[in-house]
T-cell receptor, first 113, second 115 residues
């Protein structure tokens, strides 16, 4: 039972264009969401997060949008750069005294120069 | 370097052997987490410590797995009688404060291969 779903295993984007990575969740208890980036042979690196009381959070080239009614969030990267090529994971906290993060399977982003 | 460190980075063992991994969290982080990642999957939660207390364990953590965090500093994860299904990347993370929304910072992981 995949509670966090990233339905696109891969995405290719031209350098300078927008990258949009999508994430859906099924657990209505999730109330805080994070995006991590992972390069091969490294651990995940935190990118950006959003609380369920917000619908948008922006940090430089990265913006996360949250649509609670649709249980959907997306990560926008503008402009995309070759160094952004990595696997991106969506993760969520469910609160209720639990400190574990639930991750999606990831989307591999390739930014083509 | 003040990031999370893990040792060893790679471990190859034969089925049935015991293995132990070490994680050193970011200094002064009182929370420490272990995750497992298999090919094509995202990290899956195994267990969580607040200081030296192990407060949460996943059902993935079978009785062959044990984790400790003596004195609330570094942590070890031991797998006894390893099986081929234990082959995975074992990730450690730490976070600084008491609210559950704190960002978890990950180490580079230990890749375990069980032959």
């Amino acid at each position: 039972d995949q509670q966090v779903k990233q339905n696109s295993p891969s995405l290719s984007v031209q350098e300078g264009r927008i990258s949009i990575l999508n994430c859906d969740y099924t657990n209505s208890m999730f109330d805080y969401f994070l995006w991590y980036k992972k390069y091969p042979a490294e651990g995940p690196t935190f990118l950006i997060s959003i609380s369920s009381i917000k619908d948008k959070n922006e940090d430089g080239r990265f913006t996360v949008f949250l649509n609670k009614s649709a249980k959907h969030l997306s990560l926008h990267i503008v402009p995309s750069q070759p160094g952004d090529s990595a696997v991106y994971f969506c993760a969520a906290y469910s609160g209720a005294g639990s400190y574990q993060l639930t991750f999606g399977k990831g989307t591999k982003l390739s930014v083509i120069p | 370097d003040t990031g999370v460190s893990q040792d060893p980075r790679h471990k190859i063992t034969k089925r049935g052997q015991n293995v132990t991994f070490r994680c050193d969290p970011i200094s002064e982080h009182n929370r420490l987490y272990w995750y497992r990642q298999t090919l094509g999957q995202g990290p899956e939660f195994l267990t969580y410590f607040q200081n030296e207390a192990q407060l949460e364990k996943s059902r993935l953590l079978s009785d062959r797995f044990s984790a400790e965090r003596p004195k609330g500093s570094f942590s070890t994860l031991e797998i006894q009688r390893t099986e081929q299904g234990d082959s995975a990347m074992y990730l450690c993370a730490s976070s600084p404060r008491d609210t559950y929304t704190d960002t978890q910072y990950f180490g580079p992981g230990t890749r375990l291969t069980v032959l």
